[in-house]
């Protein structure tokens, strides 16, 4: 079984702040999802890293895919209370995209005003 | 715009009753999939279907069933509930290896 570690658990952190969270493996995967999911709501789909090493921005979120494709962090910059909410990683199960993904057990995350 | 619905988004039934969770999608992805989330346990794949007419088992598919009634539904069943199958299901679909893209959730509590 692959797993994901996420860490923190939990982040609780003031507006402003910046911050950075973990997804880390001791397999290698060959993409991996960042989510967010919100209250009453099912998880959505942030950003894809593909290969290792790479960089992807969304406005104030950075992700980053490790070199050997085991890890990845996601880092937010000047944290908006917006962005509360459960963040999730995720990568295929060994079967390939088809047999579904397999997700870490998130970050907590709460930006206060 | 309806994407991933799912029925009903609550329910309670008593230890042992049965009962099922409808799921449709409606934009034409072949994979559906159903996971659990429950605290501290992060989100598990119960069952899965890669394609119309074929189904599979996730890493958490003991006490359900599953069908995949046409490229649009996919249902989970619980045949006989315990209170260890109290949690919030997702249905989920996809055209691999892209996005998943999940309802919004079915609270089921089993007392």
């Known amino acids: 079984t692959q797993l994901l570690e996420q860490s923190p658990q939990f982040l609780s952190i003031q507006e402003g702040e910046n911050l950075t969270v973990y997804c880390n493996s001791s397999?290698?995967?060959?993409?991996l999802q960042w989510y967010r999911q919100e209250p009453g709501e099912g998880p959505v789909l942030l950003v894809t890293?593909?290969?290792?090493?790479e960089v992807k921005k969304l406005k104030r979120l950075t992700f980053q895919f490790g070199d050997a494709r085991k890890d990845s962090s996601l880092h937010i910059t000047a944290a908006q209370p917006g962005d509360t909410g459960l963040y999730l990683c995720?990568?295929?199960?060994?079967?390939?995209?088809?047999?579904?993904?397999?997700f870490g057990k998130g970050t907590h995350l709460i930006i206060q005003p | 715009n309806a994407g991933v619905t799912q029925t009903p988004k609550f329910q309670v039934l008593k230890t042992g009753q049965s009962m099922t969770l409808q799921c449709a999608q409606d934009?034409?992805?072949?994979?559906m999939y159903w996971y659990r989330q429950d605290p501290g346990m992060g989100l598990r794949l119960i069952y899965y279907s890669a394609s119309e007419g074929t189904t599979d088992k996730g890493e958490v598919p003991n006490g359900y069933n599953v069908s995949r009634l046409n490229k649009r539904e996919f249902s989970l069943r619980l045949e006989s509930a315990a209170p260890s199958q109290t949690s919030v299901y997702f249905c989920?679909?996809?055209?691999?290896?892209?996005?998943?893209?999940f309802g919004e959730g079915s609270r089921l509590t089993v007392l």
């Open positions: 934009m034409n992805h072949n994979s």
């Open positions: 890293v593909v290969t290792g090493g």
């Open positions: 989920a679909s996809s055209d691999p290896p892209g996005e998943l893209f």
């Open positions: 995720a990568g295929p199960y060994s079967g390939g995209g088809a047999d579904g993904l397999t």
């Open positions: 397999s290698v995967f060959s993409s």
